[in-house]
């Protein structure tokens, strides 16, 4: 069975950081597109960050520009979320996703499996 497991969230201030994780299990992410998407209550499901595993091209959304990196850990199948200088519109459930195609894509449905995602909430 696959599965994908998110931790790391949580509460922190304004300016604060956070690194989220997304480990799968069942499978690899050999060969896959991985993205880090975000619902707010009341809020479409958008898209966060994104890397291909393969070549590790990474892709992010304008509103984490400069702010969160995407990267992996081969060795621990792991895909991470480095979020630095957070703000309140941050706040939202966090969620990682994996594309068995590749690619990364900004919209959800192009992705195959899904964790059930870690909340994150940015204090002002």
């Known amino acids: 069975q696959v599965q994908l497991v998110e931790s790391g969230g949580g509460l922190v201030q304004a300016g604060g950081s956070l690194r989220l994780s997304c480990v799968a299990s069942g499978r690899t992410f050999s060969g896959d597109g991985v993205g880090w998407f975000r619902q707010a209550p009341g809020m479409e499901r958008d898209f966060v960050a994104g890397i291909s595993w393969s070549s590790g091209i990474t892709v992010y959304a304008d509103s984490a520009k400069g702010r969160f990196t995407i990267f992996r850990d081969n060795a621990k199948n792991t895909v991470l979320l480095q979020m630095n200088s957070l703000k309140p519109e941050d706040t939202a459930v966090y969620s990682c996703?994996?594309?068995?195609?590749?690619?990364?894509?900004?919209?959800?449905?192009?992705?195959?499996?899904w964790g059930q995602g870690t909340q994150v909430t940015v204090s002002s």
């Open positions: 996703a994996a594309n068995p195609g590749g690619g990364i894509h900004y919209t959800p449905r192009a992705y195959d499996y």
